[in-house]
């Protein structure tokens, strides 16, 4: 199994990272704009044309990257575009991250968190969006979640992977901490992105990423996007609790898929942020034989999941019959398991061959003592 995600991962990151040797079918029929907001320009990337009765795939990637090298395995794959086809996608780099970015000027002010996640409904207005579907990673999941708690009616589903609703970075600091890793800032941050066997195991991909975190992105401005998703305030959403506190409480109104790599560093992250989140909305995609970007190195699973999820919001009634020679069957590759437990502390799988503990070092954010766990395994 891991020659064959070897293989998937060389033949599709190389060229999106070097843009040469190959198609990249996100650069067709894009138009890329500089949006002006309150909080300082955006750099963003539209394919399509907003449609008034769908809503448009929103995404934002994770520290250290940019929409091309985050999210083109996922969206170049052939699964994902029969899904695409029906929506036309904006894709955000962060203030500073985008090819070939201007160093910032001295004395220049990194947005928040909470000001990054503000500036898109200016965006959004300004190119007609009236409603998104989100998918993030990391900073970029936190982002697009801070635009749901703040403009409920623009958001109509999130695909949140990695999510960390935890304040200052306390995934991070872990996972720096178990690399040996205190002062680099790409080695910090590639500790964000992959675990410790996946650093010293996948050495095509951790090459390819560490070259494109230290030369494609101005260090000084990588440097500010980090120090702001660092200093990040926790999220404030609460599980509501049926009959009781529904309506009042603050929680995600929309429906959720949060998505991790059952060996990525930021399991217990995603864990905790699932014991917030209404269980009747929300569901835990942990996927097997998987670790810190899914969307790269399991593009056509996660293709499938999101494919699922949208179906599941009405938008695409037919099922799509069409799948690519590398994808897995769809009847044998989704499982839904229910698991009650009495803490949070661990999602298994449905093999009972994996678990996690989320008593991790440095971890500021309390779980709850009951709870139940929605977790979908993909598995081969």
Known sequence: MMEELHDVQLTEIKPLLTGQNGRNLQDFDCQEHDVETAHGVLHVTMRGVARGNRPTILTYHDIGLNHKSCFNSLFNYEDMQEV???????????????ENAPVFPSGYQYPTMDQLAEMLPSVLTQLHVKSVIGIGVGAGAFILTKLALNE???????????????????MDWAAAKLSGWTSNLVDIIMGHHFSPDELTENKEIIQ??????????????????????????????ERPVAGMNENTVKTLRCPALLVVGDTSP???????????????????????DCGGLPQVVQPGKLAEA??????????????????????????????????????????SSTDGSRSRSTTGDGANCSSPKHMVVHTTEIST
């Open 84 to 98: 695409t086809q029906h929506f036309s996608v904006l894709h955000v780099d962060a203030p500073g991250q985008q």
């Open 152 to 170: 409920p009616s623009l958001v109509e589903s999130l695909v949140l992977i990695n999510i960390d609703p935890c304040a200052k970075g306390w």
């Open 208 to 237: 390819t990423y560490r070259l494109h975190i230290s030369q494609d992105i101005p260090q000084d401005n990588l440097a500010m996007f980090y120090n702001s998703y660092d200093s990040r305030t926790e999220l404030q959403i």
């Open 266 to 288: 930021a399991v217990d992250a995603v864990v905790e942020c699932n014991s917030r989140m209404n269980p009747t909305k929300t569901t835990l995609l942990k996927m097997a």
């Open 306 to 347: 999101f494919k699922y999820f949208v179906q599941g919001m009405g938008y695409i009634p037919h099922v799509i019959k069409h799948l690519s020679s590398q994808s897995v069957p769809a009847a044998g590759m989704t499982r839904l398991v229910r698991s009650r437990t009495h803490s949070a502390s661990s999602v």
